[in-house]
């Protein structure tokens, strides 16, 4: 009983603050698939695939540090998907997954990169769209 209703409150919890406190979108230019598809994949960019798994991709070495990406849009919409790619530590204080568009409150960040974010406002957007395309999770 105690596992249920500590699973309850967390969920509870992510999702008032995923519901709650959303990111419009960082740009008004909409998200573009093909270059969300280059973003998500570029070593200088996302490098999604680092962390995480996406059966879409083609790529051959995957992460598995990460949640698997499959399916990410039957599970999150847009601004929720938005939310964790800007700052996942929002949600989850413990995450190794980067800060991609912040540049506050950072630590160990190298000189050269100081008050830069990873990603721009439109890569975030373009991951954002190619994510949602995909709905089955293959």
């Not at 093909?34 to 051959?60: I, N, P």
């Not at 929002?90 to 506050?104: G, I, V």
Request: aromatic fraction near 8%.
């Amino acid at each position: 009983m105690r596992i249920f209703v500590l699973a309850l409150i967390v969920a509870t919890f992510v999702n008032t603050v995923a519901a709650d406190d959303r990111d419009a979108p960082l740009t008004t230019t909409p998200g573009r698939y093909v270059e969300g598809q280059k973003a998500f994949h570029d070593r200088d960019k996302g490098h999604c695939l680092l962390c995480h798994r996406l059966s879409a991709s083609d790529e051959h070495f995957q992460g598995n540090i990460g949640p698997s990406l499959d399916g990410v849009a039957t599970r999150l919409d847009p601004q929720q998907i938005r939310y964790r790619i800007v700052d996942n530590s929002r949600l989850n204080h413990q995450t190794l997954m980067p800060a991609y568009f912040q540049t506050e409150g950072l630590m160990q960040v190298a000189a050269d990169y100081e008050g830069k974010t990873i990603l721009s406002a439109q890569d975030v957007e373009d991951i954002i769209v190619y994510l949602l395309a995909d709905r089955q999770g293959h």
